[in-house]
């Protein structure tokens, strides 16, 4: 048992090694690095999409998808105006900071000015593995029920933001607004949230603003 702790540690100090090494190499260039993670469907890649449909006029963004087999969300990406690079994880439920070193290989850093990573779907593995990005946002949907803060605690207590998706459906789906944002209080008190609707559009303003300022903040 006491081996095991020993390598799992081990893994886990390779692995911040080298998200220094990112945030090293983001910082150089000066390239906010946002760590989008949710549960599979959650929304990442329609906000992805979104956040492009706002900000591609202004700044220039690539997409890093991490998919456990295919394409489809880096396709969506490129669609949407971004350079997009995909990592298929082989069935690796998270990225971790040596994928994200490799796909920063691939991209001119220097000509950038935002690198969204959309991490697996998954609210366990990805908690655990820092990739080097400057800020981690968690997307919850408001069909995956709003007991998940209470049943998945790392993943909300390890965020800088939180955003609600789907509110469209709050008239349609038992979702208990009050007790969800009381999970979330206890475990990341707080926390910037920004509830919102990737299908109407209803909220993404504030998001935007949020994503302008940490930019603004990254070159003071
Ligand atoms: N009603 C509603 N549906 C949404 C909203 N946002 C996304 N969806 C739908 O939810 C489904 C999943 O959206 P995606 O953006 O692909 O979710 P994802 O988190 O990227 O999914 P994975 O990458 O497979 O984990 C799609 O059918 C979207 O059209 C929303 O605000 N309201
Ligand atoms: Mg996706």
């Known amino acids: 048992m006491k081996e095991r702790v020993q390598v799992v ?10 998200a220094g090494e990112n945030r090293a190499r983001l910082n150089q260039n000066r390239v906010l690095g946002l760590n989008l ?12 999409e979104r956040t492009l449909a706002g900000l591609v006029d202004e700044l220039r963004v690539a997409v890093v998808d991490g998919d456990v087999a295919t394409s489809i969300d880096a396709d969506r990406a490129a669609a949407a105006g971004a350079t997009a ?6 069935g690796e439920c998270h990225l971790d900071a040596v994928m994200l070193h490799g796909a920063l290989e691939g991209l001119a850093l220097d000509e950038l000015e935002l690198l969204i990573v959309e991490n697996v779907g998954n609210l366990i593995c990805p908690a655990s593995f820092a990739l080097g990005t400057h ?3 968690l997307i919850a949907s408001v069909p995956e029920g709003d007991d998940k803060p209470y049943k998945y605690p790392a993943m909300y207590r390890g965020v800088d933001a ?4 789907k509110i469209d459906l709050l008239p349609y789906v038992e979702f208990n607004l009050d007790y969800f944002k009381a999970g979330v209080e206890m475990l990341n008190p707080g926390i910037v949230t920004f509830p919102l609707s990737c299908r109407t559009g209803v909220g993404l303003g504030p998001w ?7 930019l603004k903040d990254l070159r003071r």
């Open 9 to 18: 540690e081990n893994i886990l100090s390779a692995n911040d090694r080298l």
């Open 37 to 48: 993670m949710a549960s599979p469907g959650a929304g990442k890649t329609s906000l992805i």
């Open 85 to 90: 690079v995909q990592i298929n994880t082989g």
């Open 135 to 137: 800020v981690s946002v």
């Open 162 to 165: 939180l955003v609600i998706n």
């Open 208 to 214: 935007l603003d949020w994503v302008r300022a940490g």
